[in-house]
């Protein structure tokens, strides 16, 4: 019953550095999407997809990167680190059509950028 | 653009006592839906409650209820007979569909409710 799996959970990096947060559900839903949580910020949506293929931005998607290969998977990249990206990153899905569903989210990936 | 207002960034409540939490939005559309989610300290984003605009009936979950005003564009959270593992931090959602599949999900900045023994 894995729901929404994100790894790392914990990573620190050095100004300029490249990664991926990986995001994987087992529900077969076909909406996926990124937030960032900051302090007294909520959370804010980066980038999303609607099914494979399909990618679109979000409110603050400047210095992300997503590709959605598969409806499993929507990893996100962060190309050179910088460290305004420091923060709290969510991955979470649903399924679409209707909107009535919730999202499901998963448990949180903590980013520090030095 | 949808906006989401939290106006009490902090809380508390006596255990065993009853809290409002408040939440206002602005939107021009009729069909959308609203949210209450609950992140304890865990980090976990947990779904408390949701209400479909355009269900005139407020929702309710066993302690938790809401207050739907859609004229007023106001979406309150009433937790009842508050319990200690309700100290969390709570957002308000606002969920618009915009068609082929498309959402936008729009977060309040969040009320941190700390719940006194």
């Known amino acids: 019953n894995a729901g929404v799996t994100q790894t790392p959970k914990f990573q620190v990096l050095k100004t300029g550095q490249s990664m991926t947060l990986q995001c994987a559900q087992d529900?077969?839903?076909?909406?996926m999407s990124w937030y960032r949580q900051d302090p007294g910020m909520g959370l804010r949506l980066i980038h999303y997809?609607?099914?494979?293929?399909?990618?679109d931005q979000g409110e603050v998607p400047n210095g992300y990167n997503v590709s959605r290969s598969t409806t499993e998977d929507f990893p996100l990249r962060l190309l050179s680190a910088a460290p305004s990206q420091t923060s709290v990153y969510f991955c979470?899905?649903?399924?679409?059509?209707?909107?009535?569903?919730?999202?499901?989210f998963g448990e949180g990936s903590r980013l520090t950028v030095l | 653009a949808q906006t989401v207002t939290q106006s009490q960034p902090e809380m508390s409540v006596q255990e065993a006592e009853t809290v409002t939490l408040s939440c206002t939005y602005d939107?021009?559309?009729?069909?959308?839906?609203l949210f209450w989610y609950k992140q304890p300290p865990s980090r976990q984003m947990i779904l408390v409650i949701r209400?479909?605009?355009?269900?005139?009936q407020n929702a309710t979950e066993n302690r938790f209820s809401v207050n739907f005003q859609k004229a007023a564009k106001s979406f309150s959270l009433k937790i009842s007979d508050s319990q200690l593992g309700d100290a969390a931090m709570y957002f308000c959602?606002?969920?618009?569909?915009?068609?082929?599949?498309?959402?936008?999900?729009?977060f309040g900045k969040g009320t941190k409710l700390s719940v006194i023994p």
């Open positions: 979470a899905s649903s399924y679409s059509g209707g909107g009535s569903g919730e999202l499901f």
């Open positions: 529900m077969n839903h076909e909406y």
């Open positions: 997809s609607v099914g494979a293929g399909i990618t």
């Open positions: 939107t021009s559309e009729s069909d959308y839906y």
């Open positions: 209400q479909e605009a355009y269900k005139q």
């Open positions: 959602a606002y969920r618009m569909y915009s068609g082929a599949g498309s959402y936008q999900l729009t």
